[in-house]
């Protein structure tokens, strides 16, 4: 059985600062790269920061220099520090494998489109 669970959303003003968590399940957590992505209200999900299980990361341009991705192997966990937010990164954030477990053929057949309950984060201006 696989688990995500994210935490740390929050309303907050435009230039203000959050922290994300999301532990997952040692299963899958320890073989894979994982992700943070969002979801806007009316648009569709994207991925924001990815990293590596050895810790390189990627960033999507519009949250380069403000966000930042990182995982405590030992905790199964995965964090996204996000500074100088804006109101256009109001969204629906969830954590998952990158890509998608659901997106490839071992994690549909394990698990299917698994995704967590995430985490709202409205910024206001």
């Known amino acids: 059985q696989v688990q995500l669970v994210e935490s740390g959303g929050g309303l907050v003003q435009a230039g203000g600062s959050l922290r994300l968590s999301c532990a997952a399940s040692?299963?899958?957590?320890?073989?894979?790269?994982m992700g943070w992505y969002r979801q806007a209200p009316g648009k569709q999900r994207e991925l924001v920061a990815a990293i590596t299980r050895g810790g390189s990361t990627n960033y999507a341009d519009s949250v380069k220099g403000r966000f930042t991705i990182s995982r405590d192997n030992a905790k199964n966990t995965v964090y996204l520090q996000m500074n100088s937010l804006k109101p256009e990164d109001t969204a629906v954030y969830y954590c998952n494998t990158d890509p998608p477990m659901g997106s490839t053929a071992w994690g549909k057949k394990r698990y299917g489109d698994y995704w967590g309950q995430g985490t709202q984060v409205t910024v206001s201006s």
């Open positions: 040692g299963s899958i957590f320890s073989i894979n790269n």
